[in-house]
């Protein structure tokens, strides 16, 4: 198809992030011309790998690809023939507690069973029954986020196909409960109630805010898509969505943050970088850009002041967490169950690895959040992916990622992350080391992603990496906003994607796809 004549393309997307690109991929592939202008000097957003350590390869971003395989993007797209080769992961996450003990979830939910009744009998059966009756809903689940956010989708995929009768009312009462009161309903030791809570916190909302509970009942997700890694780094996903597009006549201009999109008789048309760049697009632009980062590239756009509102009042929150990312001489040789004696990777280095005894601990770390300091007992998560894919550091050395919850972006005594970022994060890595005592001594170099280092550098206001709360007055149809949930922005001709929209974060490429099918649709549309 020709690209509409005077036009630099057919659709321009400003922010090259993975949801973006995986939108990119889709409109390439059926034939439209499309460029796509990044900040950064590189594609990817926050699913970046660098080089930030010589010879040790850490992600910027999000690292553990589990979403994304519950959807068609790879295989739609032939990722795999553009570079991206994925590992499967498994065990998915190893949880060892202060008393020595610990349990592993595996893929295989009867494996997982064996290592729960280790601790608890009774669980591990309440664990079965759990997976069981949640799986339904779970797959709902994953297939509402892979479809605009109507409420007709919502109710066959949430209500109609999950329950029938009255058994259908019975989990909306649960549903309406904080994934904390259902995981305490559902079992009796509290390592197994943390290790689900942990996960589910990983959206963000603490186990006692109302309406949470879907974090935890889409766990038995986890048996089905596990988890993966690209080859190389958690960024090689992105790259391998670069070429693609680019295979496919696509051009890429990183290094050009977008100032403004460009408008004529209230339609998107276009964009303008710092630089002074002007691209034009005749058919459609998009924004992967976060939601209040593409309301101020509009305000030279004829925006309805109540459309302004709802954009600029979205909830961004007060931070979320950071990550520590170390160069290492060794693994973690945990005190619950130690490394091989020859010093190779053991099947708790494959998972991630979880800091959560339990779940008041969790609530404890979101108070001192709550009060505007960082947790001072964090909830982590450990990763040591080099265990899986020696690529990331030199042989015989590891990387070692350390994620914890929570910590706000403004703080409550007034001090800069610039100041505190080191001091925070030696305590996380002590905390890491009550579990582990060698890693204090492993550690040879390593990287402080505070919240304001989050927002300077991968674009992620106010370090939430969710870009937007993830509350349920900001999901589904909610997300970004009120009358902004199909995917389409406030002016004619402009669309919007990636984690303020429709499901949210993580790594999933739903949205992208989700907004590719929502344009492809209109362009269709028109031709007839």
């Given at each position: 198809?020709?690209?509409?004549?005077?036009?630099?393309?057919?659709?321009?997307?400003?922010?090259?992030?993975?949801?973006?690109?995986?939108?990119?991929?889709?409109?390439?592939?059926?034939?439209?011309?499309?460029?796509?202008?990044?900040?950064?000097?590189?594609?990817?957003?926050?699913?970046?790998?660098?080089?930030i350590i010589p010879g040790y390869k850490f992600d910027l971003g999000g690292s553990a690809h589990i979403l994304i395989n519950q959807t068609p993007v790879v295989q739609d797209l032939k990722l795999a023939a553009y570079g991206l080769d994925y590992i499967d992961i498994d065990p998915l996450f190893f949880c060892p507690f202060p008393?020595?003990?610990?349990?592993?979830?595996?893929?295989?939910?009867?494996?997982?069973?064996?290592?729960?009744?280790?601790?608890?009998?009774?669980?591990?059966?309440?664990?079965?029954?759990?997976?069981?009756?949640?799986?339904?809903?779970?797959?709902?689940m994953v297939a509402s986020f892979q479809e605009p956010p109507t409420a007709g989708n919502l109710y066959r995929n949430l209500v109609r196909n999950t329950a029938?009768?009255?058994?259908?009312?019975?989990?909306?009462?649960?549903?309406?409960?904080?994934?904390?009161q259902v995981l305490t309903?559902?079992?009796?030791?509290?390592?197994?109630?943390?290790?689900?809570?942990?996960?589910?916190?990983?959206?963000?909302?603490?186990?006692?805010?109302?309406?949470?509970?879907?974090?935890?009942?889409?766990?038995?997700?986890?048996?089905?898509?596990?988890?993966?890694?690209?080859?190389?780094?958690?960024?090689?996903?992105t790259q391998a969505l670069a070429r693609m597009i680019q295979a496919h006549g696509g051009q890429i201009i990183a290094g050009a943050p977008v100032k403004r999109i460009l408008t004529r008789n209230g339609k998107a048309i276009g964009a303008e970088t710092e630089g002074g760049i002007r691209i034009t697009a005749g058919r459609a632009v998009v924004s992967g850009a976060h939601i209040q980062t593409t309301l101020r590239m509009l305000e030279d756009a004829p925006v309805a002041p109540s459309t302004q509102r709802l954009m600029a009042n979205t909830r961004v929150g007060n931070g979320f967490g950071m990550i520590v990312r170390c160069a290492m001489d060794a693994l973690p040789n945990y005190t619950a169950l130690p490394s091989p004696a020859d010093g190779t990777p053991g099947y708790q280095h494959r998972a991630m690895q979880f800091i959560c005894p339990d779940m008041h601990y969790l609530e404890r770390?979101?108070?001192?959040?709550?009060?505007?300091?960082?947790?001072?007992?964090p909830a982590l998560i450990a990763m040591t992916f080099s265990a899986v894919d020696p690529s990331l550091a030199p042989a015989g050395k590891h990387t070692l990622f350390v994620w914890m919850q929570y910590a706000p972006y403004a703080l409550a005594n007034g001090q800069s992350w610039d100041e505190i970022g080191d001091e925070v994060a030696n305590g996380i890595?002590?905390?890491?080391?009550?579990?582990?005592?060698?890693?204090?001594?492993?550690?040879?170099?390593?990287?402080?992603?505070?919240?304001?280092?989050?927002?300077?550098?991968?674009?992620?206001?106010?370090?939430n990496v969710m870009h937007l709360e993830m509350s349920i007055d900001q999901m589904f149809m909610m997300r970004p906003a009120l009358t902004l949930g199909n995917y389409k922005g406030p002016i004619k001709g402009l669309y919007l994607t990636g984690a303020s929209t429709h499901p949210g974060g993580g790594i999933m490429g739903a949205a992208g796809r989700n907004t590719a099918l929502t344009l492809l649709n209109d362009l269709q549309k028109k031709r007839v």
């Open positions: 198809m020709a690209t509409p004549s005077n036009s630099d393309c057919d659709v321009l997307i400003v922010g090259a992030g993975h949801n973006a690109l995986v939108c990119g991929g889709y409109l390439a592939q059926a034939g439209y011309k499309v460029i796509i202008v990044e900040r950064r000097h590189t594609v990817g957003g926050a699913v970046v790998t660098e080089e008393d020595g003990s610990h349990f592993t979830i595996w893929k295989d939910l009867d494996r997982t069973c064996e290592s729960i009744a280790q601790i608890s009998p009774q669980d591990a059966e309440n664990y079965r029954a759990f997976v069981a009756r949640w799986e339904p809903l779970a797959r709902g029938k009768g009255d058994e259908r009312w019975e989990r909306l009462s649960d549903i309406l409960h904080g994934y904390g309903q559902s079992f009796v030791d509290p390592r197994v109630r943390a290790a689900i809570a942990w996960m589910a916190a990983q959206s963000g909302p603490p186990p006692s805010e109302p309406l949470s509970s879907p974090f935890a009942l889409w766990h038995p997700m986890y048996h089905q898509s596990g988890m993966r890694r690209p080859r190389g780094g958690s960024g090689m996903l770390a979101y108070g001192d959040y709550l009060g505007g300091q960082p947790s001072r007992d890595l002590a905390k890491l080391g009550e579990y582990a005592p060698n890693v204090k001594g492993a550690i040879l170099g390593r990287l402080v992603e505070h919240p304001l280092y989050l927002e300077r550098e991968l674009g992620l206001l106010r370090g």
